[in-house]
């Protein structure tokens, strides 16, 4: 039941979130699931007290950051698309500080997955750190699946722009 309530939120507010930002509710159904995935990453690394102070505190500076980078580039493919419009010509200079723009997001995320795990040597172990990359590497294949299933259900086949970033039930991932 409580899978389903998730699911159905997360993809109820997708076309809403599109257009004015997150609905009240979301936020919080998204501090919900990221506390539920601190609590199984804290439980499987058996990070001490003193870890997870530390682990906490760059985590949740990071997940800001991240959430920074990934609504700067949701920005853009907006601008793109509506650059795109069939009918109306695009204008190619415009296109092609959009696609920059997009690229240079991408490149943003991946140095701040450098900084993160720059941040988290002196403390976690290897091992910790990759149980870390595993787990949200299986969060965000699932979170892509069901924008995927979502898409296919409105008819919408392929890759679109993220426009939000529906959570899932951390019950779902595979340990």
């Given at each position: 039941?409580?899978?389903?309530?998730?699911?159905?939120?997360?993809?109820?507010?997708?076309?809403?979130?599109?257009?004015?930002?997150?609905?009240?509710?979301?936020?919080?159904?998204?501090?919900?699931?990221?506390?539920?995935?601190?609590?199984?990453?804290?439980?499987?690394?058996?990070?001490?007290?003193?870890?997870?102070?530390?682990?906490?505190e760059?985590?949740?500076?990071?997940?800001?950051?991240?959430?920074?980078?990934?609504?700067?580039?949701?920005?853009?493919?907006?601008?793109?698309?509506?650059?795109?419009?069939?009918?109306?010509?695009?204008?190619?200079?415009?296109?092609?500080?959009?696609?920059?723009?997009?690229?240079?997001?991408?490149?943003?995320?991946v140095?701040?997955?450098?900084?993160?795990?720059?941040?988290?040597?002196?403390?976690?172990?290897?091992?910790?750190?990759?149980?870390?990359?595993?787990?949200?590497?299986?969060?965000?294949?699932?979170?892509?699946?069901?924008?995927?299933?979502?898409?296919?259900?409105?008819?919408?086949p392929?890759?679109?722009?993220?426009?939000?970033?529906?959570?899932?039930?951390?019950?779902?991932?595979?340990?």
């Open positions: 039941m409580r899978k389903l309530w998730i699911l159905g939120l997360c993809l109820a507010a997708t076309p809403v979130l599109a257009q004015q930002g997150p609905p009240p509710g979301v936020q919080l159904l998204r501090q919900r699931v990221m506390e539920q995935f601190l609590a199984r990453y804290r439980n499987q690394a058996g990070l001490t007290p003193g870890q997870d102070r530390r682990f906490t760059v985590f949740r500076r990071s997940l800001d950051q991240r959430r920074d980078i990934q609504q700067r580039e949701q920005q853009l493919w907006r601008a793109l698309e509506r650059q795109m419009r069939p009918g109306v010509a695009a204008n190619p200079d415009s296109l092609t500080q959009l696609l920059d723009g997009v690229i240079a997001q991408r490149a943003a995320m140095e701040q997955t450098r900084a993160e795990q720059r941040e988290y040597v002196p403390f976690l172990s290897p091992v910790q750190r990759a149980q870390l990359a595993l787990m949200w590497e299986r969060l965000q294949q699932q979170v892509e699946g069901i924008v995927r299933r979502r898409m296919e259900m409105q008819g919408r392929g890759r679109m722009p993220p426009d939000t970033m529906p959570f899932p039930d951390l019950d779902t991932i595979p340990r």
